[in-house]
């Protein structure tokens, strides 16, 4: 009877061996996470051709060791945005590219409620001490206006954010460079945009 209980108890602490082997093994790269909307979410493209799956193509192929996570959402509004939060703080990311805004103009969001709300979302992150990254908007790739262009100048100087240009800045108005709509970058595009990040990183990144 001994022998048998041996054997069962020998047989539970193998299977528990098993089982937490089985675990999934946590990525220990920094994360660097990109917030948006349709642009960074990479609209028009499969996932493999949006700019934050060829940036991380290109880290990759550069040996940089950083995961590139993706949380842009098409129609994204600054509010939307925010709500998620807490899924992008868990992340803890070391590095965080936001590129926001243009949804909350064409809902009629106020701008005074957009600049109130993406300055939390901004500082936010700022205050973890990941390194963040504000695109700015202009009205030649945008829609934007002086005015909105003045307000993410003035979110990233008084957040301690870094702005970095539109998105889609040398991409906008050039047919090469966009789906059929006209208004949404094409792989060429999204790759120019990874890229032009890619360059903006380099310096601070740590292989």
């Known amino acids: 009877m001994q022998t048998v ?60 060791a950083y995961r590139v996570v993706n949380h842009g959402r098409s129609g994204s509004t600054v509010a939307m945005a925010l709500a998620g939060l807490d899924r992008g703080l868990r992340l803890q990311p070391a590095i965080v590219l936001i590129a926001i805004g243009g949804n909350d103009a064409g809902n009629r969001v106020a701008v005074e409620r957009t600049e109130q709300q993406l300055r939390k979302l901004v500082g936010l992150f700022v205050r973890t001490g ?3 990254y504000l695109a700015d908007r202009q009205s030649g790739t945008d829609g934007g206006s002086a005015q909105h262009v003045s307000l993410y100048a003035r979110i990233a100087s ?24 006209g208004r949404h970058p094409n792989a060429d595009g999204y790759a120019i945009i990874a890229h032009r990040i890619f360059d903006l990183l380099a310096s601070q990144l740590q292989r």
Do not use: H, K
């Open 5 to 64: 209980c041996r054997w069962m108890v020998l047989l539970v602490l193998l299977l528990l061996v098993s089982r937490l082997g089985a675990q999934p093994v946590a990525d220990p790269r920094p994360v660097i996470l990109a917030v948006g909307e349709s642009t960074t979410a990479g609209y028009g493209v499969p996932a493999d051709q949006s700019y934050p799956a060829q940036l991380q193509q290109l880290l990759d192929a550069q040996g940089f």
């Open 130 to 132: 990941a390194r963040v």
């Open 158 to 181: 008084a957040e301690g954010a870094q702005l970095m240009p539109s998105l889609r800045d040398g991409i906008a108005g050039e047919p090469s460079l966009l789906i059929a709509d």
